[in-house]
């Protein structure tokens, strides 16, 4: 898997958040608007059930690339995941991606912390052993399996994309995963940093970071009124702060804002932390979001093209959101590919 293959493509993660005869619409509409990947959130008890929403989009879709965005190693064995996603894969005839992380908010509300590195190890090499057709007998740290297999066919190789920002996983996700979404913030040294510990887990494997489909996430509000997206998109700066505050010190947020956003910083999902996102700067809002007017978000973006980046999922974040997609679908991402094309010539 070469990334230098790969034209700029763009995703979308959505919440199901709407009832399902709006969800349908939406995701007819994203893939007539271009996108190529669209990934649910595995949310608990924030949005509705991840796999019956897939299942809806691999029904109202012909090409999408469909994807758990992303699941996590707590609420469902292992086994059961592979096979929730061989599932999907048969019913959208081979379009299935199964994302994992380490889960943060929606794990924390069911009474567990996110996932260490190697429970994360033990959940991938579960599901490829499964995916391979094995009959597996595994006694693990976290993880039983007793004589299990699938039975009943299907590709034998669904993707395995990895959403993480820390070292660790980053790292893990080089070393065994197929694709890897990072959530390090939209400036060039976030890049710099995510793609370092890719690499240096690729080396680990005997590959290299090109063989790693590298996708960079993008969260935030976009609106024609600036202020208005910008403080929309807050909220989901100030998660920086409580849950990757290792990019904040690689972007240069000082150390007391940081500590004054994770001393305020509640609720079980980040659109909750109003008083954190009250103390956030514009300064976080604009290195970790793409909130703004869509010649910011152009522009976010553009940056991140000169870094090398092909793949961008965009999670439109804070009210508004149907407002915000379609502004990038309309505005954002035809003048980027415009762009692309002139590059090509």
Sequence with gaps: MESSAFPIRFGVTLQGVEPPRVFQQQVREIEAGGFTHLWITDSSLHARYVYSYLTLAALN???????TGVTHPFTRHPAINVNAIAT??????????????????PTVELGYAPAKVQIVREMIEVARRLMAGETLDHEGPAFR??????HYKFRDRVPIYMACSGPRMLELAGELADGVIVQCGLFPEAVEFAREHVAKGAARAGRSLDEVDF?????????????????????MAAWFAQMAPHMCAVAGID???????????????????????????DEMVECFTLGGTPDDARARVERLI???????????TGAGRPESLGLFTR???PSLRAEEALMGK
């Design 306 to 316: 000169e870094c090398g980046v092909k793949g961008f999922n965009y999670m439109p």
């Design 255 to 281: 150390r007391a804002t940081i500590a004054k956003i994770q001393a305020a910083y509640s609720g079980g999902e980040f659109h909750q932390a109003q008083a954190a996102a009250a103390l956030t700067p």
């Design 145 to 150: 399996i007793k004589h299990g297999h699938l």
């Design 215 to 235: 996708w960079v996430m993008m969260c935030g509000a976009i609106s024609e009124d600036r202020e208005t997206a910008m403080n929309r998109s807050r909220t």
């Design 331 to 333: 505005q954002v991402m």
């Design 88 to 105: 999907l894969d048969e019913i959208s005839e081979g379009r299935a991606i199964l994302g994992i992380g380490a889960g943060d908010s």
């Design 61 to 67: 879709s012909e090409h999408l690339q469909l994807g």
